[in-house]
């Protein structure tokens, strides 16, 4: 199965723009990216997905590299909402939505 | 508001005891799943469902029983044969129109099990 790798953590502080790296080298054609973020004790939440082209919507934006390999969800001015752990996974099938360990991403005032 | 309501928030249980945790959706989603989450650790699938009256295991299902008899509903029984229940359990829907890989998850608030 095809599997993503993020960092552990990440560090930000409010209103500067933050870069979520994912990579994803075993990514096949038909692999969508999502990103979810979860707040604590909560479900988690979309926030956004790609085939091959960036994506942009309300909540952030996705850079998608040209191969595929990796992916980089970017949060264009960050709040103290956006402290949350980032999922990067890869929607294959509708069983196989594969969560790894996830970004924790603090926000500093 | 379509979306998805877990119930209870919290339960606890006693050793050998059935439990069985609620997971309504009337987003008219055809695709239920039902994940555990443990303490700093990522989701893991236990059941899913695409269709009423059919569902399959996920990576972790041993200890753990569903029905689907209703679009709507998906609950989820933990048995005693889990040994290790306490944990945080999400259920998600999601469409299955389209092509699959674009097809978002919902996820409802989740339940938090505890064991004495």
């Known amino acids: 199965d095809a599997k993503t790798t993020q960092p552990n953590s990440m560090e930000s502080n409010e209103e500067e723009p933050v870069h979520l790296p994912c990579n994803h080298s075993?990514?096949?054609?038909?692999?969508?990216i999502h990103w979810y973020r979860q707040l604590p004790s909560q479900g988690p939440e979309y926030v956004i997905h790609?085939?091959?082209s960036n994506v942009n919507n309300r909540m952030a934006s996705l850079a998608i590299a040209e191969d595929r390999k990796s992916s980089t969800l970017i949060l264009h001015r960050a709040t103290l909402r956006d402290a949350a752990v980032y999922y990067c996974?890869?929607?294959?099938?509708?069983?196989?939505?594969?969560f790894g360990t996830g970004t924790r991403l603090q926000v500093f005032p | 508001d379509g979306g998805i309501t877990q119930s209870p928030k919290y339960l606890f249980r006693k050793e050998g005891q059935n439990v069985t945790l609620s997971c309504e959706q009337n987003?008219?989603?055809?695709?239920m799943y039902w994940y555990r989450q443990d303490p700093g650790q990522g989701l893991r699938l236990i059941y899913y469902?695409?269709?009423?009256?059919?569902?399959q295991k996920g990576d972790i299902a041993e200890g753990y029983s569903v029905s689907r008899e209703k679009k709507e509903s998906f609950p989820l029984t933990v048995t005693s044969a889990q040994k290790n229940p306490t944990a945080f359990y999400l259920c998600?829907?999601?469409?299955?129109?389209?092509?699959?890989?674009?097809?978002?998850?919902?996820f409802g608030a989740g339940s938090r099990l505890t064991v004495l």
């Open positions: 998600a829907s999601s469409s299955t129109s389209g092509v699959t890989g674009a097809n978002v998850l919902t």
């Open positions: 075993t990514i096949s054609g038909t692999d969508y």
């Open positions: 790609g085939l091959t």
């Open positions: 996974i890869l929607r294959i099938n509708t069983d196989k939505l594969i």
């Open positions: 987003l008219n989603h055809d695709a």
């Open positions: 469902s695409q269709i009423v009256n059919d569902f």
